[in-house]
């Protein structure tokens, strides 16, 4: 049965923003764009554009979406930019559970429980457990109880030495993997709390990377020690499409599925037990 928590909403950055010139100059170099190359995407004159980053200009908040969309901000930092300009934000921030967000809510508890026997889980941008299906608890077995208390962080989960960490037979390449994940997301978001929980990970111990790939799987997989038996899973990773909303923006729907015969028939057979 899928357990579905509640996410955790967090209201744009405390404080005075940064003016939204500044804001917008940020994101254009985080993106490697010139002034040119922005104002021609935006379909806006560079020497405008130069007035906005600059403050001489201030920009209406169309300008401010249109500009934004251009440089893939994520809907949550949109907000941010329309608050530092003056303006109202225009993407709703809300709870799973609440009222504008049912049908979400029934379409992932459809999700996991389709998804048995094998494991699925739902992550915030955080990269926070949001829900899980019935086959997660054996992945996450042995591990410590304070890391099993919410909000769970599933890359910590995954890599502390009290963790998953003890029984994931390719640590070092499975440590990779997510850690590359990581990356992206904080190149696509310059998100602080990921920034830190970069750090926080890469601080935990590793074994030194095998000199070739464990297995010659075409993916990445998790493979895991599990009462004994050897579970071999890859993953594939599900958003929503054309998000309006915060929280659904930042969703992403993780589905594991064995990688083997045998993983395939461990699972099955655990799940009719």
């Not at 021609?40 to 920009?59: C, D, K, Q």
């Not at 901000?73 to 709703?92: K, T």
């Amino acid at each position: 049965m899928a357990r579905v928590t509640s996410t955790t909403v967090t209201q744009p950055h405390a404080g005075e923003p940064a003016p939204v010139g500044k804001l917008l100059r940020s994101w254009r170099e985080r993106r490697m764009l010139t002034q040119l190359e922005l104002a021609l995407r935006a379909e806006v004159s560079a020497r405008h554009l130069s007035f906005v980053e600059t403050g001489r200009s201030r920009p209406t908040s169309e300008m401010i979406l249109r500009l934004a969309h251009q440089l893939d901000v994520p809907l949550r930092e949109r907000n941010v930019l329309l608050l530092s300009g003056g303006y109202a934000p225009a993407f709703p921030l809300n709870r799973l559970a609440d009222p504008p967000m049912r049908a979400v809510h029934e379409a992932i508890e459809h999700v996991l429980r389709a998804h048995e026997p094998y494991p699925a889980v739902v992550i915030d941008g955080r990269w926070d457990l949001v829900a899980a299906n019935g086959a997660v608890p054996l992945l996450t077995a042995g591990a410590a109880a304070a890391l099993l208390e919410p909000p769970v962080n599933v890359l910590r989960l995954s890599l502390h030495p009290e963790g998953m960490a003890p029984h994931i037979v390719n640590l070092a390449e499975w440590r990779a993997h997510l850690l590359d994940r990581l990356n992206r997301d904080i190149e696509a978001t310059a998100s602080p709390a990921l920034i830190t929980l970069r750090h926080e990970l890469t601080a935990y111990p590793c074994p030194p990377p095998a000199s070739r790939p464990a297995t010659r799987a075409i993916l990445v997989p998790l493979r895991l020690r599990v009462h004994g038996t050897v579970l071999s899973l890859f993953s594939t990773t599900t958003v929503f499409g054309t998000p309006r909303e915060v929280t659904l923006s930042e969703l992403a729907i993780e589905s594991f599925y064995p990688a083997d015969s045998p993983t395939a028939e461990f699972l099955r057979a655990r799940h009719t037990a």
